[in-house]
């Protein structure tokens, strides 16, 4: 397994958790072992990121217990759940924006190809790079749709002048399939679009600095039918070079639009499994009363 | 006729309806009387401001016009000596003349010569004795000369001093009174806009008094304010609400911050006084020390309006640029503090405008004295527009009491000036969109 030299840079927003205690018994090179096909089934793929019992504190409550969870690169992996069950808590800690919550703090390890990213000495900037997020809420800056594109190249030094830059962005928009209805106007504000438009343009912007993994955070909940179509269709084409953390309410879009679907409950992980199991055949009586509308 | 059969068209109401109904009315009554209430409030506000401007400038605007006499001046070389222009006694000359012209003889005392004089301006002299210096060619020869009056017979011209107060209480005589009369029957009189208030210093003589120093003064003032208070305001706002963390200290800094919003300006010059003059030794009445007192008492507003500005900015901006790996630094200054700049620059525009229209500090810092000149520098004793109305108003001499309200003018105009300015630079810094 191959150490990303990027990773290991002096953190500058320095974890409130200590994990090193609950670390001493674990071998580092845990991850290259084989996945116990009991605890982990479904993986499609090999393991891009590996959880192994995080909990997650907000001040003394706690919203997340000992979730360990692998899940597969260049897959699209659902998460499901009742509101407050954790799932977009749990999609916060593998770009560590759990940091920017003072009360929050994050017990456990999670590795992406291996590395250890809630150690200390991961940047959480460096990390970001490499682990995009879209929002419930699209974000779009203020700016224009370029400036929105073009600011991740920009801040990381991506491009080397304007002429890669402008090719990055148009490349970026026409992967989020944007480019066509933006082209003659990348000019004027990201935030006239419409709904479903910004949310492309936020994923044109995670998608701009060439991340690894692209974490989504219910991106459609705000969005009608046809724009969630669109994104959906974005999501399934995007499948083949990254990999794709999708949080949902609607089970029907995880069944749509992914391989593999964990179901979360009260902060605990309840079952995960092929996405086609856990909607026609789930082991837990609680998913398949979740499933079938009997609760949440 | 099938329609006669059908049941009328609007059904019984339902009760609920009915009760709906009924109250519906008292709801838009009681709407109608909060909108009335806000035209009353408005209206009256407005009638307020309307009063207190249409006093200023039925006081005032008597001050922005001026008198001045327009005679025939003969340069007699038996008063003024060729070898030495400078030394004769021009408001004599030019007193002694006017009387003649109006066929009054002094007497041997001179009392008539000298309450001639006092119509005239102690300028009238200096200009004559300037034009003569200029050019000693003059000297034998018969000149027009206008010579700008003083500042009581200018009250007369401008119907402030009424014949009807007996000669005791007022300044001019009644013999002075006629020869003011016989001079505008005789066309001398002319008036003009007065430049002189706007081009000269504070004086003793209100004739001669202007607002340029005060102006000059007070811009300098708010120079060295808007220099140092809001970097520093919006800096340390920037950092107590997105950097520092949030624990004992910070809240007690911020408690403080906004208990010293609330402390009365003249305390912020009793602090200039301690510490910026006696401590550090720093010119008396300068505008520099005026400029750091007014900025120590801008601190806490631009401070205050920059924090709620900031935490105004929506956390999904945040979230959006960290999640796309920008620092906190970055995430501050591409993003959340462009979108707060509105904000700040209200609270700056706000900060400004008080600093320009405070007194009290100003006064401890030593610009109550009398400060003729212009300022020439930071360092240079100055006076500002408040205390220049402040002094005015205090002024024995009446004809400073237009000049009060002339100096109200123009120290409202400079507001609006300013704060057209800051708009115009607000609307710059805001995005597009």
Redesign the interface.
């Known amino acids: 397994m191959t150490m990303n030299p990027d990773l290991v840079a002096p953190s500058r927003e320095p974890r409130q958790g200590d994990v090193s205690a609950l670390d001493t018994d674990r071998n580092p090179g845990h991850a290259e072992a084989p996945v116990p096909t009991v605890v982990h089934p479904g993986l499609t793929g090999p393991i891009k990121i590996k959880a192994e019992d995080v909990s997650v504190f907000y001040g003394q409550k706690q919203a997340l217990f000992d979730v360990s969870l692998d899940i597969a690169d260049k897959a699209v992996t659902a998460f499901i759940g009742p509101s407050g069950c954790g799932k977009s808590t749990f999609l916060r800690c593998i770009n560590r924006m759990n940091d920017t919550i003072p009360s929050a703090r994050v017990v456990g390890k999670i590795t992406i190809d291996g590395q250890d990213i809630t150690d200390r000495s991961i940047d959480p900037v460096l990390l970001r790079a490499r682990v995009g997020m879209v929002f419930q809420k699209p974000n779009p800056f203020p700016k224009s749709i370029f400036e929105n594109v073009a600011y991740g190249p920009k801040i990381h030094g991506l491009t080397a002048n304007k002429t890669e830059l402008a090719d990055r962005v148009e490349h970026s928009l026409k992967r989020a399939g944007l480019w066509k209805e933006v082209a003659d106007r990348l000019e004027s504000p990201g935030t006239g679009l419409s709904g479903g438009q910004q949310q492309r343009l936020v994923i044109a912007r995670a998608i701009a600095v060439e991340p690894e993994v692209i974490l989504m955070d219910e991106p459609c909940s705000a969005l009608d039918p046809i724009a969630t179509a669109r994104i959906e269709e974005l999501i399934d084409e995007l499948r083949e070079e990254y990999c794709i953390v999708i949080v949902t309410h609607s089970m029907a879009q995880a069944a749509r639009v992914s391989q593999r679907t964990a179901f979360f409950h009260l902060g605990q992980l309840i079952e995960v499994g092929p996405t086609e199991d856990i909607f026609q055949n789930p082991r837990e009586r609680r998913t398949l009363d979740y499933i079938t509308g009997r609760f949440g | 006729m099938t329609d006669a059969a059908l049941p009328p068209a609007v059904a019984p109401a339902r009760p609920a309806t009915a009760a709906i109904q009924k109250r519906l009315k008292a709801r838009y009554a009681r709407e109608k009387r909060f909108r009335a209430y806000g035209l009353i409030a408005i209206g009256i506000a407005v009638l307020f401001l309307a009063v207190l401007l249409g006093s200023i400038v039925k006081q005032g605007y008597s001050a922005f016009y001026t008198h001045a006499v327009t005679a025939e001046v003969y340069l007699d070389p038996a008063v003024i000596d060729a070898s030495n222009p400078g030394g004769a006694n021009y408001d004599q000359l030019i007193a002694s003349q006017q009387l003649a012209e109006l066929g009054v003889a002094d007497d041997e005392r001179g009392t008539r010569s000298t309450a001639m004089r006092a119509l005239f301006s102690p300028d009238a002299g200096f200009g004559l004795r300037e034009r003569v210096i200029e050019d000693p060619s003059l000297i034998g020869q018969t000149i027009e000369f206008t010579a700008p009056i003083g500042d009581d017979a200018d009250l007369y011209f401008k119907d402030d001093i009424s014949r009807d107060t007996p000669q005791a209480q007022r300044r001019l005589s009644d013999e002075q009174l006629a020869w003011l009369d016989r001079m505008e029957q005789s066309g001398a009189v002319t008036s003009g806009f007065n430049s002189d208030f706007f081009t000269r210093g504070d004086s003793t003589q209100p004739e001669l008094a202007g607002v340029l120093g005060a102006v000059i003064g007070s811009a300098l003032m708010l120079l060295v304010t808007g220099l140092l208070a809001i970097p520093i305001g919006v800096g340390a706002a920037v950092y107590l609400e997105e950097f520092a ?2 624990n004992r200290i910070t809240a007690f800094i911020e408690v403080n911050i906004n208990n010293l919003a609330a402390v009365p300006s003249i305390v912020y010059g009793l602090l200039g006084l301690a510490v910026f003059i006696n401590w550090m030794h720093l010119p008396r009445a300068s505008p520099l020390v005026g400029g750091l007192v007014l900025a120590l008492m801008s601190l806490p507003t631009i401070i205050i309006a920059t924090r709620s500005a900031l935490k105004a900015v ?1 956390p ?13 630094t ?1 995430s501050v200054f ?2 959340v503090l462009p ?1 707060a700049m509105p904000g700040v620059m209200t609270g700056a525009i706000l900060a400004m405008a008080h600093a320009l229209g405070e007194t009290a500090p100003l006064l401890l810092i030593g610009m109550v004295s009398f400060t003729p000149g212009i300022p020439e520098g930071l360092t240079s004793p100055s006076g500002a527009l408040p205390v220049l109305v402040y002094i005015w108003e205090n002024a024995s001499e009446r004809a400073f009491h237009e000049r009060t309200a002339a100096a109200i003018l123009v120290l409202l105009a400079f507001m609006i000036v300013m704060n057209l300015v800051a708009i115009v630079l607000r609307r710059r810094f805001e ?3």
């Open positions: 963390r949030k929506p999904s901006i945040r979230e959006a640029a960290l999640a796309m790996g920008a620092s906190r970055q591409h993003h979108l995005r597009r969109w």
